[in-house]
T-cell receptor, first 111, second 111 residues
């Protein structure tokens, strides 16, 4: 069966520090991968999506970047965090004929 | 571009009350429509979906009908329980297969 792992579950980071959130998918190959952010009191915003290794599309300009070094690995990064980067980050995957599956999320607090 | 609009919350109900959460969409073509639920501290779970006009999605007592003429996908449940307290997101899959979410509606069910 397909599973998605996302870590860490919670993270507190100082302003200006780097960020790396990792998401891995098991039990499937060549999935579409997504990073969403949910800011406090707001809905879900699509940040990045990837249809294959090394292929990243950015939905909104921001302080973050994403990479896909392996087929089932999707990484969200920042060189210097801002206070406004705080939020709940969700990784998701899907394939044709499969619905979306979301990870359990990472709650990031930038202090 | 494609977008989803859903009623703002929070919606506070007593147990066994009837729940309706309105959702309307704007899209080119014929998107698939979804309702996701987020329980406190957790990621998103698919609640139900509909892939074409007049389809009715249902799960756990919740229902939603894809209404093309009114571009709506309202979520309903006849008798809510305390365990239904969560944030509910309406979403559509756009022509590229990416999910676009509404802002979410928090539902609080009191005993």
């Amino acid at each position: 069966s397909q599973t998605i792992h996302q870590w860490p579950a919670t993270l507190v980071q100082p302003v200006g520090s780097p960020l790396s959130l990792e998401c891995t998918v098991e039990g499937t190959s060549n999935p579409n991968l997504y990073w969403y952010r949910q800011a406090a009191g707001r809905g879900l915003q699509l940040l990045f999506y990837s249809v294959g290794i090394g292929q990243i599309s950015s939905e909104v300009p921001q302080n973050l970047s994403a990479s896909r070094p392996q087929d089932r690995q999707f990484i969200l990064s920042s060189k210097k965090l801002l206070l406004s980067d705080s939020g709940f980050y969700l990784c998701a995957w899907n394939q044709k004929n499969y619905g979306y599956t979301f990870g359990s999320g990472t709650r990031l607090t930038v202090v | 571009g494609d977008s989803v609009t859903q009623m703002e919350g929070p919606v506070t109900l007593s147990e066994e009350a009837f729940l309706t959460i309105n959702c309307t969409y704007t899209a080119t073509g014929y998107p698939s429509l979804f309702w996701y639920v987020q329980y406190p501290g957790e990621g998103l779970q698919l609640l139900l979906k509909a892939t074409k006009a007049d389809d009715k999605g249902s799960n756990k007592g919740f229902e939603a009908t894809y209404r093309k003429e009114t571009t709506s996908f309202h979520l309903e449940k006849g008798s809510v329980q305390v365990s239904d307290s969560a944030v509910y997101f309406c979403a559509l899959a756009d022509s590229w297969g990416k999910l676009q979410f509404g802002a979410g509606t928090q539902v609080v069910v009191t005993p």
